[in-house]
């Protein structure tokens, strides 16, 4: 399965993406446009993310306390999973 990605309406964040299959979370940020695949993101992580009223808000205040493993991606590039 690939990483489906979907818009959201977030001042930071464009797109949020989510691999089942691989439970890898994509998040590409707005103004930058870097990409942050974490690893080992459970499904119900992701549904918590994104039913959160505020992504950026979720993203700094919940999300990144669980440390994830992460990479970052190039510039405007998904990665090709």
Known sequence: ????????DS????QIGYDSSKRELGIEFRQ???VYV????PPEEHEAFM????????LNT??????????????GQKPAV
């Open 38 to 41: 974490y690893f080992d993101v």
């Open 51 to 58: 039913a959160a009223e505020s992504k950026g808000t979720y």
């Open 62 to 75: 919940v999300f990144k306390l669980k440390e994830y493993r992460y990479t970052i991606v190039k510039r």
């Open 32 to 34: 930058t446009g870097k």
């Open 1 to 8: 399965m690939r990483m489906q990605w979907v818009a959201v």
């Open 11 to 14: 001042t930071t964040i464009a």
